[in-house]
């Protein structure tokens, strides 16, 4: 076996050991919980995102519009939304704390 074969050996050996940890991160319950937050937040950002860089856009709509993201952001932190996010997430119950 060749230098570069060994090295690449290792390298296959190394990506493995790090491509099973990331698996274990990604099945745990709360990445898939923060993973939904990520995704309904960046939801919510989107529309204010495409409409602040329209060249028509000018300072009074990207302050009215970072308010309502703002106001929409502060909305998810009620029980009813950490309610469905659990639920999105594949949570039960007994797994939220």
């Given at each position: 076996m060749s230098i570069d074969e060994t090295r690449d050996a290792t390298n296959i050996e190394d990506m493995s050991v790090e491509a099973g940890g990331l698996l274990a991160k990604v099945s745990q319950l709360e990445f898939a919980f923060m993973a939904a937050v990520a995704v309904t937040v960046l939801s919510l950002l989107t529309p204010a995102n495409n409409?602040?860089?329209?060249?028509?856009?000018?300072?009074?709509?990207?302050?009215?519009?970072?308010?309502?993201?703002?106001?929409?952001?502060?909305?998810?932190?009620?029980?009813?939304?950490?309610?469905?996010?659990?639920?999105?997430?594949?949570?039960?119950?007994?797994?939220?704390?």
């Open positions: 409409t602040m860089q329209a060249k028509s856009c000018n300072m009074m709509q990207v302050a009215e519009l970072l308010a309502c993201a703002k106001d929409n952001i502060l909305e998810l932190r009620s029980d009813k939304h950490f309610q469905q996010f659990a639920q999105d997430a594949g949570m039960k119950k007994d797994d939220q704390k």
